[in-house]
């Protein structure tokens, strides 16, 4: 797959603290990718670089195979996790005046900020005042202004904090709708259940470091541990629960099921197929319940992180 940005071998110091050591990160044209790390980790210096906000120390960042160039700033949308609207300006003035500041014509920028208030149901905030907005509110407006000029990247750094579930929602369905347009993401985060949801390959940094990056289902894969989670319906529950313990690596399981099953999670060694265990349990018991362990990104994170303290 073609890529959009290239980030080479990036540094960037602060006086004595390094904020990014050598961090490199490719992302393909057409994919939401996800930028993860706890607070202070260096994600946001990363955002800042892309933006050319501020340059970095050593490195390299390409942009549809050019090295990064000023100019290239009107093919970026940033949505920043710090707001930035004017407070005391209109919602569509300030609309307005943005969109001409990304090159588009009063005519254009009008016609398009029509079609995205009326997909999101705000036109009736176009006279209102920023203030008068809660901070959900303005988030919604930013994200029109982010997405308007139809650039090539679009950057979201913590995208749903201020949303409520229901606002959240239409803003996951609109970034999936733009990247079914053809549209490149990098969204940044520390939440994870929305790495789950959106994105097709993430990286993780942590402590000015990336630790991993890849395809999240190719990670999952690298995570997984061959173990099952299973329900099972017998007459002597105990004894067959002593039968497993000597035979495999055993452990509690807590999936929701409409049966009263005894629920075990199996860890199976590398060389031992699940449809050798299928058939083994078939003779102890009727197996309602049988599903691989497929590790979560916040499984994920938390390991890696741990494992790299």
């Known amino acids: 797959?073609?890529?959009?940005?290239?980030?080479?071998?990036?540094?960037?110091?602060?006086?004595?603290y390094t904020a990014l050591n050598n961090v490199s990160i490719t992302?393909?044209?057409?994919?939401?990718?996800?930028?993860?790390?706890?607070?202070?980790?260096?994600?946001?210096?990363?955002?800042?670089?892309i933006n050319q906000i501020t340059m970095p120390d050593e490195g390299q960042v390409y942009l549809d195979g050019r090295p990064l160039h000023?100019?290239?700033?009107?093919?970026?949308?940033?949505?920043?996790e710090e707001r930035g609207l004017y407070k005391s300006m209109k919602v569509g003035e300030q609309a307005l005046y943005l969109a001409r500041l990304k090159g588009l014509s009063k005519a254009e920028a009008k016609q398009r900020l029509q079609y995205w208030f009326e997909k999101l149901e705000i036109?009736?905030?176009?006279?209102?005042?920023?203030?008068?907005?809660?901070?959900?509110?303005?988030?919604?407006?930013?994200?029109?202004i982010t997405v308007l000029h139809n650039p090539k990247l679009l950057i979201f750094d913590e995208p749903f904090s201020g949303f409520d579930p229901v606002n959240a929602n239409i803003i996951k369905r609109e970034i999936l709708e733009l990247k079914e347009k053809g549209a490149t993401?990098?969204?940044?985060?520390?939440?994870?259940?929305?790495?789950?949801?959106?994105?097709?390959?993430?990286?993780?940094?942590?402590?000015?470091?990336?630790?991993?990056?890849?395809?999240?289902?190719e990670i999952k894969k690298e995570y997984k541990n061959n173990t099952f989670e299973v329900g099972l319906e017998c007459e002597h529950e105990a004894?067959?629960?002593?039968?497993?313990?000597?035979?495999?690596?055993?452990?509690?399981?807590?999936?929701?099921?409409?049966?009263?099953?005894?629920?075990?999670?199996?860890?199976?060694?590398?060389?031992?197929?699940?449809?050798?265990?299928?058939?083994?349990?078939?003779?102890?018991?009727?197996?309602?319940?049988?599903?691989?362990?497929?590790p979560s990104v916040n499984d994920i994170f938390i390991k890696t992180v741990t494992h790299n303290a």
Request: aromatic letters at 8%; hydrophobic letters at 40%.
């Open 70 to 80: 000023p100019e290239d700033i009107q093919h970026i949308g940033y949505l920043p």
């Open 1 to 16: 797959m073609e890529n959009l940005l290239v980030a080479e071998n990036i540094y960037k110091r602060f006086g004595g």
């Open 123 to 144: 036109t009736g905030w176009w006279d209102k005042k920023i203030q008068e907005l809660s901070k959900g509110m303005a988030q919604k407006v930013q994200f029109v």
């Open 185 to 217: 993401i990098l969204f940044s985060t520390h939440r994870m259940e929305s790495v789950e949801e959106l994105c097709d390959y993430m990286a993780l940094i942590n402590k000015s470091n990336k630790l991993l990056d890849g395809k999240v289902s």
């Open 239 to 294: 004894a067959l629960m002593t039968e497993l313990q000597e035979k495999f690596k055993v452990g509690a399981a807590h999936f929701k099921s409409i049966n009263d099953d005894l629920k075990v999670s199996i860890q199976l060694q590398p060389h031992e197929n699940p449809n050798d265990l299928i058939q083994y349990l078939l003779t102890k018991a009727r197996i309602n319940h049988f599903v691989e362990v497929i």
């Open 27 to 49: 992302i393909p044209k057409g994919s939401v990718f996800g930028l993860l790390g706890p607070n202070g980790a260096g994600k946001t210096t990363f955002i800042r670089i």
